[in-house]
């Protein structure tokens, strides 16, 4: 588990070394972008498309070490992560997810 508090500086970082399966398409996500300023919420939502994927696989461990992350996320002092977790991560799971998928892959048991 993350101890360490979540913030807009250290936010990707923490997601990277977490979660090294979404290295790769973290770096094609960077070449896309290459010089051009981004937002967190805009990095987060490369986050939350890897989550889905891993929502589809049913991979019960990574989930719910995913949702550990979102709730620590969820409860920082940092508006910006707060934000990007709510209007960019769940929404986009959510809008990407079919209902029935929803349903199936409830990943709302992961959040406390």
């Not at 991560?89 to 048991?109: G, K």
């Amino acid at each position: 588990m993350i101890k360490q508090s979540v913030t807009t500086e250290n936010c990707m970082e923490l997601i990277l070394n977490n979660f090294p399966d979404f290295k790769k398409k973290w770096e094609k996500y960077l070449e896309y972008w290459g010089d051009d300023e981004r937002i967190l919420g805009i990095d987060v939502t490369e986050f939350s498309r890897y989550a889905v994927e891993i929502i589809r696989s049913n991979d019960q461990h990574t989930m719910k070490k995913m949702f550990d992350f979102v709730e620590k996320c969820l409860n920082s002092n940092d508006e910006d992560v707060i934000t990007a977790f709510t209007t960019m991560f769940l929404e986009n799971i959510q809008n990407v997810l079919t209902p029935q998928e929803l349903e199936v892959y409830s990943f709302a048991t992961y959040l406390g």
